[in-house]
């Protein structure tokens, strides 16, 4: 076979594999990263060029805030990208696919994935079981970020806008389609015009919430960072009180320095967007990936399936060692033992009992494997991670005599 021959069969099977297809098109990027970047940055420009009937209705007004938004979106892809490569956080996704296309789980995977939603995403109960007072500011901070972005984006992007029908209707057109309509001086319209208002009160009351918690938290003081942790409380609180004397300006004030406020917000924005995928808040996008874990790794909630290759007790799940001992083995770190078990068969008790066993360089111990360990020089090593036995002491008491 010459060589144009063999080029030829090799297009034929490039085209024929997806997977080739894909490897093929990543060689016109500098990397992945590269690539998925240009498929964010080009699925918002195409959203947007629908939703602004081919730029025709582009607000030049937010034009700072449309290219600081471009600009969280590559931050956030690239963020997401390289959490997403790591070995562990690689596997889960793999795991994720690989449970989510079995027909057997379906009825499992739907019903974890809305309880998850429901109770870390939406309730927020893992912050409320840290106290009623964190779970209030962390939920009004957390919902109060979400809704500003639904709202910000939305209008930046040109997706949704607002249409006069008559003097006294509009109607709301999202991606340029018509839909709802409502009273020009309606409690839903008010509702509407001030949702970013109502998103930054519930921001505002969070961050002031969080700040007095930090002040007077004296075990906060010892282990928190300035620049990590107060920082991005700074910047909401920069974000909300310039956002909100915007509209006590033109509401109250008649207008009074309007463009000044206009602009001071903005720079607080752009620098909010730019900050947000490269400091402390970017566990907000993958926070809801927390699903897989329940869905993976849990058959039934809070029961564990996999027993100890030792003591024979229930640790955890099969799914979740076999993707541990994958992690591990990708790592080159997967902690074979002589026997050909791994680390990850035996439960944390037997683990660290094992470690203790080759720290001091003795092998199994016959008889009771959570009793009394001999060693060379005399003294008596309890049994690791369970009470004495019993033997223990009978034996201690045989010495005495």
């Given amino acids: 076979m010459n060589n144009l021959e063999r080029n030829y069969s090799t297009a034929n099977n490039e085209s024929a594999n997806p997977k080739l297809n894909l490897k093929s098109l990543e060689r016109s990027f500098y990397s992945k990263t590269s690539m998925y970047s240009f498929f964010v940055v080009s699925f918002l420009f195409l959203t947007m060029w629908i939703g602004t009937g081919q730029f025709v209705k582009i607000d030049l007004m937010l034009a700072g805030y449309m290219v600081a938004s471009f600009i969280f979106a590559i931050g956030i892809t690239v963020r997401m990208a390289a959490w997403l490569i790591r070995p562990a956080t690689n596997q889960m996704i793999k795991r994720s696919i690989q449970n989510m296309l079995s027909t057997k789980r379906t009825k499992r995977n739907v019903m974890s994935i809305v309880k998850t939603i429901v109770d870390n995403i939406i309730l927020q109960k893992f912050i409320f079981k840290r106290g009623l007072y964190r779970g209030i500011q962390h939920w009004l901070i957390a919902w109060g970020c979400i809704g500003s972005f639904a709202i910000t984006f939305g209008l930046t992007f040109g997706w949704m806008h607002f249409r006069l029908i008559d003097a006294t209707t509009y109607q709301m057109m999202v991606f340029n389609i018509p839909t709802i309509t409502m009273q020009a001086n309606g409690l839903f319209a008010e509702m509407i015009y001030n949702g970013l208002n109502i998103t930054a009160l519930m921001v505002l009351v969070g961050v002031i919430m969080a700040l007095v918690r930090r002040i007077h938290n004296h075990d906060l003081k010892v282990t928190e960072r300035a620049e990590f942790d107060l920082l991005p409380l700074y910047i909401l609180l920069a974000v909300t009180v310039t956002g909100l004397l915007l509209t006590v300006s033109y509401k109250f004030l008649g207008g009074l320095i309007h463009p000044q406020l206009a602009l001071i917000h903005q720079i607080t924005v752009v ?45 955890s799940s099969d799914d979740q060692i076999a993707d541990v001992k994958s992690i591990l083995h990708s790592q080159q770190f997967d902690l074979k033992l002589e026997d050909g078990s791994y680390l990850a068969d035996y439960c944390p008790n037997c683990r660290r009992r094992i470690r203790v066993m080759t720290q001091l360089n003795l092998g199994s111990v016959k008889g009771n494997p959570y009793g009394p360990v001999q060693t060379n020089n005399g003294i008596h090593v309890p049994g690791f991670g369970r009470k004495r036995s019993d033997e223990f002491y009978n034996q201690s008491a045989e010495e005495e005599k």
């Fill in 271 to 315: 620098l909010f967007l730019i900050y947000f995928p490269f400091g402390k808040l970017f566990h907000l996008p993958i926070r809801p990936l927390a699903t897989a874990v329940p869905m993976n790794y849990q058959e039934e909630i809070m029961v564990d399936t996999r027993s100890c290759k030792k003591c024979g007790t229930k640790y």
